[in-house]
Structures are given as structure tokens and as C-alpha cells.
């Protein structure tokens, strides 16, 4: 009983879904719980930070963490994890890459408070009240984590060793995840645990995809009624297959909807975004440069596009705050 | 002590500059330049590539993000491309990457694809001054602070 390896799941800037796939798992859940202890997994369990805290260092085999690090309780949570975990797991968009909650990096504190406490048309807040880190009310001391400028990946917080990708990592890549850790079989350390090249390789569209593909205009999945066989890309659906790492077995492919790039980049590409739209831009079918810039200006949000899940991965990281700005 | 220092820092910017040329015309134009003893902003640091078409944008991205203060791509003018067209596809991408650094707050003066064939060195320099002059004004490129850019991935394999 007690030689069972300990495994814990915490979730920090995330929606949810990454413990859904967990849940996803369906019987193959019930093999992973017979074979480890799972001490640790707050949406699930009633276990404390206190309980994490009193065991020793290097205790648990395995803590898989999913979600973006932007709050000082999120960071310290990570860091404790790092501790008392012997492998440290990024699971999910979120923690590898920022994921949908690293979009965040276009703004800061400051504008997010001002838009989602002041300004949102729903909200009324005639006083301007916005959340402190401390705050006294009746005598009592109530406080709350600080609220960062910056979202972050796990791996721009601690060391990581392991990255189950996906949005939300899918059936096939967690249990063969969990079969690699438990059996002691690792990859070196700092390994995407997925497959080193891109979707399109494993796209049963592949065959579909012109030699010579362009195009002329970039639509999107509302605007056209798409084959169900023919490579997006070929019908001006912005596929990010080309630049993102198999794995997911093309699931959104199959559901007739492009690839938006959650498994984040090959090991052999520093910055998803810049090397998703350079590949899809040289796709542009003019040499003209205003007809150039009328094909891609069908594209409405670039960073949003091709930053969807990586702006906090990317080389420049954040947008940029104007000189003089604090973190 | 720290105001006269910044003061000093300021009056002082100087921009970085990083080039990227292409091996038949820009490169050839600032090496013509060269030759021919001409002076211009010594702000850049020229990278040969074999083609504009080559500029990744990751480049200019990991430019900017080790420091460079401006980013000039240079190429063949249109029609005269070594490859046919490689400064074509360079053009394309460099429309979409000026507006993706557009919307991460980089202003549209620090980056630039200018086509200068290799007789050009008056424009060459031209260029070069006017880049470094508006950058000048600008001022330094700075990331954010508490902005770590993650380390780069571990290769998995190397191609063959």
C-alpha cells in the first residue's frame, strides 16, 4: 500500500479542462488510481496546501500542474510542488506554453483591473473597488495573492521536466505520459512528451494539400461550408498544422475545424507564433504588396491567431509597456 | 549619482542595429559602400544571409529580444531575386511579422525591408542614417521588466 508512487494534480491559471481530461482518462483512470496514491488534487480531493507542506522533500513521484503562473499564491504553490516532487510535469497549453490565460500579456494589471472592475458594462462598481493583498475589515486581517503584470509558463517559474501539450492534452498522450513515468522509461529531461514533427504528418488530409499551395484569402470557419476531405489550409481555412507537433491524432481536422496550435511547436522551433506566420504568410498567393496586405488583412488578429497559446513563450514574451512602466 | 548617470546613458543611445543582407545585392551594396569610402551611421550589425527569403521571423523576434534596438532587412528589388523570388515570400512575411510587432508595442521605425541592389551604396547609406536617426530618437528597445523569455527547447533529433 504505502510503496505505491505518490502523484499530485494542481491547477493554477487554467479553465478546468486540463482536470476534465484527466476525467476523460474513463476506465484507464481507474489503472492509474490503482497504481499510484493520488495525494494531492484539490478539484477532486479534500487535501490541503498544509498536507503538501508536511510531507518531505522529494516525496511525491510526479506532480502534473496545469495553468499559467500569474498570482503570488500560484507561484508559491509551483514552487512548493517543485520541491516535494521528484518530476515536475507541465500538463496542458497553460503551463507549457500560457496557454488562452498568456493573452493576458497584451495588457497589465493596471488595464485588466480597469476593464473587468470599472469599466465592463456589466459591472457596477460606483465606489471603484478593486482587489488588494490586504485589506482590514472588523479588526480582522483579510488579504489575497498579488495579481502579476506578466502571465508566465511553469518552465519561465521553476524547472520542468516533462511537457504533456494540449489543449487539453488529449486521451492518448496522458495515458502514454503516465505509462512512461510509471514504468521508470523517461526521455531525457525537458522532453515534450509527444510526438517531434508536425500535424500535418499525421493529418489523413495530408494527401489533399497542393504541392504548390496559396492563397488569396484567409477565411474563417463560419464563413464557408468546408470539405470534409480536402487539406484547410487548400480551402483558405488558417490551418496551424504545418508549424504545430502532432500528437492529438488531428482531432480538430476531423471535426472539420482548422488546427489552432495547442500542442505549441517541434523541438526544433524557438517561437511558435513567429514560425507559424511565417509559414502560412510565404502561403500569400501575390507578389503586389498591396494585394499582399489585402490577403493577409483577412486574417483579423495575428497575435491572437498565432500566439493563441504561446504569447508567454514567445521571444518578446509580453506586449511591450510603455518606458517607465512597473511590474 | 543615478540622474547623472542617466542623463549621461541617455544622451549617450546609441541604437543597435541588426541587418540581415542578402548575399547578392544588400550585402554586395554595403560592401561597395565600404570600398568606396563612404560614411554612414556605424549603428549596424550586418548578418549575410543567402536570401531575404531565409529571414525567419523568428530572427528578427530573437533580435529584439537580445537587445537589438532596430531590425533592417535588406533584399533584391522586386524581379531581381537570385532565387526568383525569394525576396517575394520575404515581403510577404515581413507584412504580416511588422504587424504582429505592431500589436506587441514595437514601434513600425525599428524594423524595416528595404530592397537595395548592389549598386546602390548611396542608398545603402541613406538608409542606415535614417534608421539609426529614428531609432536614435526613439530610444533604447526594452523588454518588460520580469519578462523572461524561456530557454530555448532541447532538441529532440537532429535532422538528418
Not at chain 1, 513521484?61 to 518530476?87: I, P, S, Y
Not at chain 1, 497553460?94 to 490565460?101: A, F, T
Not at chain 2, 549619482?1 to 542623463?7: H, L, Q
Not at chain 2, 545603402?124 to 531609432?135: G, K, P, S, T, W
Amino acid at each position: 500500500m504505502t510503496a505505491k508512487p505518490k502523484v499530485a494534480f494542481y491547477w493554477l491559471a487554467s479553465c478546468g479542462g486540463c482536470e476534465e481530461a484527466v476525467v476523460d482518462l474513463a476506465e484507464d483512470l481507474l489503472g492509474v488510481a490503482d497504481a499510484v496514491d493520488i495525494v494531492f488534487w484539490p478539484v477532486a480531493l479534500d487535501s490541503k496546501r498544509a498536507d503538501v507542506e508536511a510531507m518531505e522533500d522529494g516525496e511525491i513521484l510526479a506532480a502534473f500542474v496545469n495553468g499559467a503562473v500569474r498570482t503570488d499564491e500560484q507561484e508559491e504553490m509551483v514552487h512548493l510542488l517543485r520541491r516535494k516532487a521528484r518530476v515536475m510535469v507541465a500538463f496542458g497549453s497553460c503551463s507549457h506554453m500560457g496557454g488562452i490565460p498568456g493573452l493576458a500579456n497584451l495588457w497589465d494589471k493596471e488595464a485588466i483591473f480597469d476593464r473587468v472592475y470599472r469599466t465592463s458594462p456589466t459591472t457596477d462598481n460606483p465606489d471603484g473597488v478593486v482587489p488588494k493583498t490586504e485589506y482590514a475589515s472588523n479588526g480582522h486581517r483579510v488579504t489575497l495573492p498579488g495579481f502579476h503584470d506578466t502571465v508566465r509558463a511553469l518552465d519561465q517559474v521553476t524547472t520542468v521536466d516533462y511537457v504533456v501539450p494540449g489543449c487539453a492534452p488529449t486521451p492518448n498522450i496522458i495515458a502514454a505520459a503516465v505509462g512512461a513515468l510509471l514504468s521508470g522509461d523517461l526521455p531525457p529531461a525537458g522532453t515534450v512528451l509527444a510526438p517531434d514533427v508536425a500535424l500535418c504528418s499525421e493529418c489523413d488530409r495530408r494527401d489533399t494539400k497542393p504541392d504548390d499551395l496559396t492563397i488569396t484569402e484567409f477565411k474563417r470557419p463560419h464563413q464557408i461550408i468546408a470539405d470534409e476531405d480536402t487539406c484547410l489550409l487548400a480551402q483558405g481555412l488558417l490551418c496551424l498544422g504545418p508549424a504545430t507537433r502532432a500528437g492529438c491524432g488531428a482531432l480538430c481536422i476531423g471535426a472539420n475545424m482548422p488546427c489552432t496550435g495547442c500542442f505549441g511547436p517541434t523541438s526544433s522551433v524557438r517561437d511558435h507564433g513567429a514560425k507559424a506566420a511565417g509559414a502560412i504568410a510565404s502561403l500569400v498567393g501575390a507578389d503586389d504588396p498591396e494585394e499582399i496586405e489585402r490577403i493577409l488583412s483577412t486574417i483579423p488578429d495575428p497575435i491572437g491567431t498565432f500566439y493563441r497559446y504561446g504569447l508567454p513563450h514567445s521571444l518578446l514574451v509580453r506586449k511591450r509597456q510603455p518606458a517607465g512602466a512597473t511590474e | 549619482m543615478s540622474d547623472t548617470d542617466t542623463t549621461e546613458t541617455a544622451a549617450a543611445f546609441e541604437p543597435t542595429i541588426v541587418a540581415f543582407f542578402c548575399n547578392w545585392c544588400t550585402y554586395l551594396a554595403a560592401d561597395l559602400a565600404g570600398t568606396s569610402r563612404m560614411k554612414y551611421a556605424p549603428n549596424a550589425r550586418i548578418i549575410r544571409v543567402m536570401c531575404s527569403g531565409r529571414v525567419d521571423p523568428q530572427f528578427v523576434f530573437d533580435a529584439f529580444a537580445k537587445g537589438a534596438d532596430g531590425v533592417l532587412i535588406g533584399g533584391c528589388h522586386p524581379g531581381d531575386c537570385h532565387y526568383q523570388e525569394g525576396n517575394t515570400k520575404a515581403l510577404r512575411r515581413f507584412t504580416l511579422l511588422r504587424r504582429m510587432l505592431t500589436d506587441l508595442g514595437v514601434e513600425e521605425e525599428r524594423i524595416r525591408l528595404e530592397w537595395i541592389s548592389a549598386a546602390e551604396a548611396d542608398r545603402l547609406r541613406d538608409v542606415m542614417n535614417e534608421m539609426a536617426d529614428q531609432i536614435r530618437a526613439l530610444g533604447p528597445f526594452r523588454l518588460p521588466d520580469g519578462a523572461v523569455a524561456p530557454a530555448a527547447p532541447r532538441r529532440e533529433e537532429v535532422p538528418a
